[in-house]
């Protein structure tokens, strides 16, 4: 019975999940309203990367909602450190080696690994879903312990 339980529990992405960015900017970019969290490490981070005083990085890239503090959006919601295509169709970030954590644990968010139905909506807007190298188990579930939500 005890068994029965555990192999019920198993998480349905328990073999792993195949992704591979391909530099689409999809996850950055509207037309939905999204919010980009940020600790305020990360916001002192952004700040130094772009050679900003944290107070000026804060004034001109964030909002405050409550007690959290997300990125602002361009007018056309996409987020406001994403570039425009390049020659190759990609779509880069200024911020990339310091972005946050929200950024960096895509697409790997709890609902995004809710059900199998769930994780095939979102490759609908995000074509590195199911390409790739496989993400084992064990990096998955770490990814996701570092979300939001």
């Known amino acids: ?41 990360e916001i002192a981070a952004m700040a130094e990367h772009l050679g900003m005083e944290v107070e000026a990085f804060k004034e001109a890239y964030t909002r ?21 295509r390049n020659e190759q169709g990609q779509r880069r970030c200024r911020i990339y080696p310091v972005r946050p954590t929200q950024c960096r644990t895509w697409p790997f968010w709890p609902s995004n690994l ?10 609908t807007h995000c074509p590195g879903i199911n390409r790739g190298s496989l993400h084992p188990l064990e990096e998955i579930e770490d990814e996701k312990s570092h979300t939001w939500g």
Do not use: H
Request: charge should be positive.
């Open 1 to 41: 019975m005890r068994m029965a339980w555990i192999k019920s529990k198993r998480a349905w992405y328990a073999d792993g999940l195949a992704f591979e960015c391909t530099g689409c900017g999809g996850c950055c970019s509207g037309p939905g309203e999204g919010r980009v969290w940020a600790k305020p490490e």
């Open 64 to 84: 405050r909602f409550g007690s959290r503090v997300s990125l602002t959006e361009a007018p056309n919601r996409d987020c406001i450190f994403l570039e425009p």
């Open 114 to 123: 809710r059900t199998a139905t769930s994780w095939a909506m979102t490759q």
